[in-house]
Every structure is written in structure tokens, then in C-alpha cells.
């Protein structure tokens, strides 16, 4: 189930996993930023099948906490996001004001703060909050079979590494998105810092105002069209769905183009700027 999970579209990892990943623009960098992400979210996956062994998950039946979790989630995305890009923000007009003759545009990049992977695990436990069909089945269904409450955590820790697996491969394939188009080592790396910074902080803010609108209309969280897929996640096009799509088919490819087409810029004005040689 837990492999399951990771490998499908759910607005809980994916939007998260991709966010901080592109960052680190490395294999290694990306498997970490999985791994992080995975270990905060088994944290609270075993909880979570411990109050499901106990009775007290059944909270989640009784109110819906999609919104004040994707708000939540949001909140923290923008705050990492806006982390990385204040270097950018508030150091470069000094430096104008300054006229610095070291204000290029290599310069620039190098203002931009590295993608804070401690993050992740905080996302994680968050994230974790998030309610679907997977989550119900070893909260509601395989944790109350569990012969004590010493066994409770089981369920929990097996579906989370089971998501850990999936988001350390994803981690991996996303932070080497770059890679393909043979780019400079501090191409790659202001490529994928902005790039992160920007989805992260723009993705955080479609989460809240998702968030928002969900716990001001909780029936829009029930909006779903079948897919004729059994497989959950991939059953139904419905908000967690389109958030994922939005976060990072949106957001996170246009962040990615947007860095690109900066990159190229600043190389063109370099080459024109540059004297030519005999």
C-alpha cells in the first residue's frame, strides 16, 4: 500500500517531494529530500494507526481536515520557498544602491539560499495529517486487527516506508531534471534553487487558498469525477488531484522554464557584453 501510495499523484507527497528535490539538483540530493519528507510523514503514519488501534482516529470520520491541512501544508511550503528566494530579495537593491562592480548576473545567483532539507521532515509530520483511501484502510481496517497497541505503530511505519521507497526514486528522477539539457554545474544550481524557491512559495500559497476554500465549503472536497481506475489516486479527478496537477504541472514547470529562459538570458548579455577576440 505504502509503494502504492508513493507511486501515485497524491497532493500530500508529490507537490512536496518535487518542490525540494529540483532544489538539490543532484541524485544524492534528491534522494534525500525523499527520504526526509518519507521519515516525517512514517512518524505520523504510526501514530496515526496508533489512534486508529485505540479508537480515537475516529475524529476523522466525524470532521473533515483536508482544508486546515492543506493550509497548513501551504503555509510551510511558502515559508521554505520564501526562504530560499530573501537572499534575492532583499540583498540585490543594497548591492544597486551600492553600485557594486560585481553585480553581474552570476552574481546574483549565487544570493539565492540553498533549499532547506531540514524542512521536509517538518512537511512530513504535517503532510501526514492528510486523510485518503490508503490512510483509511490501515487506520481504520488493518490497525484494529493488531493483537496489542504495541503493534499499533506497524501498519503505520510499513506504509510509510513503503512511501519512502517511491519518493526516494521521485526524488532522484526530479532533482536530475536539469541534467538532460547539459547545462553549467551553477546553471544547474540557480536553475534548481529558483526554481524550488518559486514553487514552493507559490505552490504554498495555492494550498491556503485551497485550504481556505475547503473549510469555508467542505462539499467542494467531495467533488469528483471517476476514472474507471480502481487503483485510489488514480480512481478520480477531484481537488487532490488537480492540486497536484496545479503544484507541479503548473507552478513547478513554469518555475523550472521561467530559471531556464533567466539562464539563457544572462548568457546571451554576457556574450554580447564580452570583447571578441581575433
Known amino acids: 500500500l505504502g509503494i502504492m501510495h508513493g507511486a501515485t ?15 538539490k539538483y ?8 525523499g527520504f526526509l519528507f518519507s521519515l516525517g510523514f512514517t512518524i505520523q503514519r504510526a501514530f496515526l494507526t496508533t489512534l486508529g488501534f485505540i479508537g480515537l482516529a475516529a475524529i ?136 524550488a524557491g518559486r514553487t514552493l512559495y507559490y505552490g504554498g500559497i495555492v494550498f491556503s487558498l485551497v485550504g481556505i476554500l475547503v473549510m469555508l465549503l467542505p462539499s467542494i472536497d467531495n467533488w469528483a469525477i471517476s476514472t474507471g481506475n480502481p487503483i485510489p489516486n488514480l480512481n478520480a479527478i477531484d481537488l487532490g488531484f488537480l492540486l497536484v496537477i496545479t503544484v507541479v504541472g503548473g507552478v513547478g514547470i513554469a518555475s523550472i522554464l521561467m530559471s531556464y529562459r533567466e539562464v539563457k538570458r544572462a548568457k546571451m548579455k554576457e556574450e554580447k557584453s564580452s570583447p571578441v577576440t581575433k
Open 60 to 195: 476523522y470520520k466525524e470532521y473533515n481536515l483536508d482544508g486546515p491541512v492543506y493550509f497548513v501544508v501551504g503555509i510551510v511550503m511558502a515559508i521554505a520557498g520564501s526562504y530560499i528566494l530573501k537572499g534575492r530579495y532583499l540583498h540585490l537593491p543594497i548591492d544597486k544602491l551600492l553600485h557594486s562592480e560585481e553585480h553581474t548576473e552570476k552574481a546574483e545567483r549565487t544570493e539565492i539560499r540553498d533549499v532547506p532539507l531540514k524542512m521536509t521532515i517538518v512537511h512530513g509530520l504535517v503532510a501526514g495529517f492528510g486523510f485518503g483511501a490508503y490512510a483509511s484502510i490501515i487506520t481504520f481496517v488493518l490497525a484494529p486487527m493488531l493483537p496489542s497497541i504495541w503493534y499499533a505503530p506497524l501498519p503505520g511505519v510499513m506504509f510509510g516506508l513503503g512511501t519512502m521507497t517511491m519518493q526516494i526514486i521521485f526524488g532522484a528522477i526530479f532533482a536530475n531534471v536539469m541534467r538532460a539539457k547539459k547545462l553549467s554545474e551553477d546553471d544547474i544550481k540557480y536553475i534548481g534553487r529558483m526554481s
Open 9 to 23: 499523484p497524491d497532493e500530500h507527497t508529490w507537490p512536496i517531494t518535487f518542490s525540494y528535490a529540483i532544489g
Open 26 to 33: 543532484s541524485t544524492k540530493g534528491g534522494m534525500k529530500a
